[in-house]
């Protein structure tokens, strides 16, 4: 079950917050800034603290889970820095592949649309209703 989604954007802001699970705490306003600042400046730190020359040759692309002893976070981060966060229960091992369609229903409902301006907070209901619809399939 996916509780709750954030997405930060290249400067560390939190450009959207949604909660979607009742056993999860509801973040404040302030702390849900606070969580989007400080996971920015710990996944910054250890994209530049990891080892290079890992077997693939990949560059290292910093924090891609975290886990707790009672839920998981899930982090994607898409070429241009911005970050998209989902916090799960412990059964989901990988969300890149829902994490991605979220960027596309970012892009599809949020950067296509001209009164969006970047690095602000995304304010759509469409882009609402199909993210409900992407997490309720999940």
Same mark, same amino acid.
């Given at each position: ?13 939190? =450009?959207?917050?949604? %909660?979607?699970?009742? &056993?999860?705490? $509801? ?6 800034? +606070?969580? *989007? ?28 889970? =975290?886990?707790?002893? %009672?839920?998981?976070? &899930?982090?994607? $981060? ?6 998209? +966060?989902? *916090? ?51």
């Amino acid at each position: 079950m996916i509780h709750s989604v954030f997405i930060i954007n290249r400067s560390g802001g939190l =450009i959207y917050n949604k %909660n979607y699970s009742t &056993h999860i705490a $509801q973040l404040s306003s302030n702390e849900a800034l +606070i969580f *989007a600042g400080t996971f920015h400046g710990i996944h910054a730190l250890a994209s530049r603290i990891a080892p290079t020359g890992n077997a693939t040759g990949a560059k290292d692309t910093g924090i891609q889970t =975290i886990d707790t002893m %009672n839920f998981r976070l &899930h982090c994607f $981060q898409t070429p241009t820095g911005i970050k998209f +966060i989902a *916090a799960t229960d412990l059964l989901h091992t990988t969300l890149t592949d829902v994490l991605t369609k979220v960027y596309e229903l970012y892009c599809d409902y949020a950067l296509k649309s001209p009164f969006y301006n970047l690095e602000m907070p995304v304010r759509s209901d469409l882009f609402d209703a199909n993210m409900l619809h992407l997490v309720q399939q999940y």
